[in-house]
């Protein structure tokens, strides 16, 4: 990425532009120089953390990275969390409600695997929900990463 | 045929001017070859609108309707004699930058692998518009 100051803004760009119109002319096939300069962009997670305004460093562009102004509480984020947590589970256990409900209805037996990955898919959720609950700040809420599942 | 002038002598009735017949033979002749081209053919065109000139860094308008260069380096070219709506060609190779006085628009990338034809139409004063075209 490029970035290049024009009126006192910094304007950015994914690569030098084929023609870039200054005060000098017309400048075509630019590779640098022309005022142009890198623009280095710092890793950060964009969960809980965003980019400033983007400033001149040295000769490069860049960003500091700072904290996300989060306005839910922390509560409502452990809320949203979980909730996203039993969303999960719930489509996992989706897969083999029918085989349940077949046992319900028929009398067919359910096959103990799926009895079992349904009940560890429980277990892991009450885990998880407990981890969440225990969690004491928004970071920590946010940065929490559900796990994935690939039962039945 | 070279035009034909029709003697008049030197002070008038000094009897030294073409014969009145050999006066409009001449017009007429000059006309012929007028009206036979169309009024005006290719050939009679002045230079600036016929001819290839190898480029420096100036762009004269009036000396030439294409101009060539190989670029050695990054380059930026000037106008001169411009007048609205002249248009000339810029045949242009090599894989450094180019500036142009300042275009209203452009179209067209420079290629610096291949070679460019960039086309330039003046609007105004100092107002050029480019398009750019290149070898494939």
Redo the contacts between chains.
Sequence with gaps: MKGILVNGEIKTFGKIPSVWNDENGTHLNIKEGFGFKDVVTPTYDLRVEELSAIKLVGDVYTYDVVDRVIVQTLAELKTQKISNLKSIIGSQLEKTDWVVIRQMDSGEVAPQEVIDSRAELRTQSNTIGLEIKALTTKKAVLTYDLPTFNFY | MAKQTIGIGTVANDGNGDPLRTAFTKANENFTEVYADGFTSYARLANEFKTSAALTTNVDFATAQVFTKTLSGAT?LTFSNTSIGMVKDLVITG?????????TT?AG????TVSNLIQIVVTGATEYW?S?SKAI
């Design positions: 930026t894989d450094f930058a180019l500036t142009l006085p300042a275009g452009v990338v420079y290629d610096g480019y750019i």
